[in-house]
């Protein structure tokens, strides 16, 4: 699975969001180390604080499943190509697939650019932290 491949999965993923306050749709598309992919997609609710974003549905929805050992994750939007990842998806993304996650996003001239998680969210808090 290239890198492009993975992107396309994640375009086909903005079709599935429900994103009826901002208009804005997001898609991403998780790979798994054993080449399964798992689409997401931002659902928003009336409650606007209440909307989930698509890395996060995506991963979430992997991870009922069964699934812990992740390769990559696309994510781009229909407005903004360029999409990279909130403050919030980053923590969960660094959390629950590690540090070495590859996060791919489309650069301005809709180029795949693969970026590492851990670039992406420096000086984390992790679970080194708890239980001192
Ligand atoms: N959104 C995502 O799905 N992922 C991000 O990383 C950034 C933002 C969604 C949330 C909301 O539905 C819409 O984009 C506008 O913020």
Not at 41 to 50: H, K, R
């Amino acid at each position: 699975m290239t890198p492009i491949e993975l992107m396309n999965e994640a375009i086909k993923a903005t079709k599935k969001s429900h994103a009826p306050y901002s208009n804005f749709h997001v898609g991403a598309a998780l790979l798994t180390e054993d080449g399964r992919i798992y689409h997401g997609a931002n659902i928003e609710t009336s409650s606007y604080s209440l909307t989930i974003c698509a890395e996060r549905t995506a991963l979430f929805s992997a991870f009922i499943q069964g699934e812990r050992n992740f390769k990559a994750i696309a994510i781009t939007s229909d407005k903004a190509t360029y999409c990279p990842p909130c403050g919030a998806c980053r923590q969960v993304l660094l959390d629950l697939c590690g540090k070495d996650l590859e996060v791919i996003l489309l650069d301005n001239d809709n180029t795949p650019k693969v970026y590492k998680i851990s670039e992406l969210i420096p000086h984390s808090f992790g679970e080194e932290f708890l239980n001192r």
